[in-house]
């Protein structure tokens, strides 16, 4: 049974971090493109980051949307089959549902997002 499990969501402050992980099984988890995107309401979702499956135990090439760049890194453990995304300066326009994704192929999996809340 596939499964991906996001937790780390919450309130946070602006300018404060978060760091968001997603929990696979039951696939060949290091063969996939893992991402992360996000949906704020009202919103259609987006790309936040991506990694790829290349790159040895902890590697890969890593993707990011211009309104993440500098303050988002995404990382990938492959023994622990586990994503991960670090968010650091957040600001309150990061507020959104952010959702784990699983990509090989035609192949395509989604976890059930968890809650980013960016407010003072």
């Known amino acids: 049974q596939v499964q991906l499990v996001e937790s780390g969501g919450g309130l946070v402050q602006p300018g404060g971090s978060l760091r968001l992980s997603c929990a696979a099984s039951?696939?060949?988890?290091?063969?996939?493109?893992m991402s992360w995107y996000r949906q704020a309401p009202g919103k259609e979702r987006e790309l936040v980051a991506a990694i790829t499956s290349a790159g040895g135990i902890t590697g890969g090439i890593t993707n990011y949307a211009d309104s993440v760049k500098g303050r988002f890194t995404i990382s990938r453990d492959n023994a622990k089959n586990t994503v991960y995304l670090q968010m650091n300066s957040l600001k309150p326009e990061d507020t959104a549902v952010y959702y784990c994704?699983?990509?090989?192929?035609?192949?395509?999996?989604w976890g059930q997002g968890t809650q980013v809340t960016v407010s003072s």
């Open positions: 039951g696939f060949t988890f290091s063969s996939y493109v």
């Open positions: 994704n699983a990509l090989y192929q035609m192949i395509n999996y």
